[in-house]
């Protein structure tokens, strides 16, 4: 059940802003968030649209206050222990030197080589999932997607359809290369190389040589 599950976010700006919202609408108990200002911790949880309006305001998480809110550093905020660890700030967040202090049980890398290979090494060792950038960042581009659809066919959808349809497109995503993981015996992250290695060599054998 989600109500059993914590999530840790790195990064609060538009992606993390999103994670931490979707997560917390799904009744996944935030307890850390960081921005380039620091980090916050609460076990109990923290009020995500409190802290959303709070840096609408334009004011850092090192300003933010609240009853039994902690204000700790990034790398504390990395190692504590919770189920989903989202990286939503810079490359290499989680690198070969402290993958090992990682206490999450899911890596979820919502944002472009955020774990380097030498993490992933580690991670897999430790049997740490890792869901990888290729599987965890595609709504963006998802929505673009729509975007254009709607534009050629004159159509309109509301946020709830295109939120719907992006939704379904990840998870069937994920499942796939979940399956391709076990099919293969290999990580999420190999599994989705496979399968888009898989994806174009079929093209290519479908269209042929084209200009």
Same mark, same amino acid.
């Given at each position: =059940?989600?109500d059993?599950? %914590?999530?840790?976010? $790195?990064g609060f ?9 979707g ?9 850390g ?12 949880g ?30 504390a ?6 189920t ?5 700030a810079v @490359?290499?967040?989680? %690198?070969?030197?402290n993958?090992? $202090? ?6 979820l890398?919502?944002g472009?080589?955020?774990?380097t ?9 430790r049997?740490? %999932?890792?869901? =990888? ?35 379904n497109?990840?998870?069937? %995503? ?10 293969? @015996?290999?990580?999420?992250?190999m599994?989705a190389?496979?399968?888009?290695? $898989? ?10 040589i084209?200009?």
């Open positions: =059940p989600y059993r599950c %914590t999530a840790v976010i $790195d700006g538009n992606v993390g802003r999103s994670a931490a919202e997560m917390y609408e799904e009744g996944i108990r935030v307890i968030l960081s921005d380039t200002s620091g980090a916050i911790f609460r076990e109990a923290l009020d995500v649209p409190e802290i959303v309006e709070h840096k609408l305001a334009g004011k850092p998480l090192a300003d933010y206050r609240a009853a039994g809110v902690q204000h700790i550093g990034r790398e905020l990395l190692r504590t222990p919770c989903v660890l989202a990286t939503c @490359g290499e967040t989680v %690198t070969g030197d993958a090992g $202090d990682i206490q999450a049980q899911v890596v890398e919502c472009n080589a955020q774990v290979p030498g993490a992933d090494a580690v991670l897999e060792e049997e740490i %999932t890792v869901i =990888p950038d290729l599987v965890a960042t595609p709504g963006g581009v998802i929505v673009d997607y729509f975007e254009r659809v709607q534009n050629v066919q004159s159509l309109m959808w509301d946020e709830y359809e295109v939120n719907r349809m992006m939704k497109l990840v998870l069937k %995503t994920f499942d796939r290369v979940w399956e391709g993981a076990l099919e293969y @015996g290999v990580s999420l992250r599994a190389f496979v399968l888009a290695l $898989d994806k174009v060599c079929l093209a290519k054998k479908i269209r042929g084209f200009p």
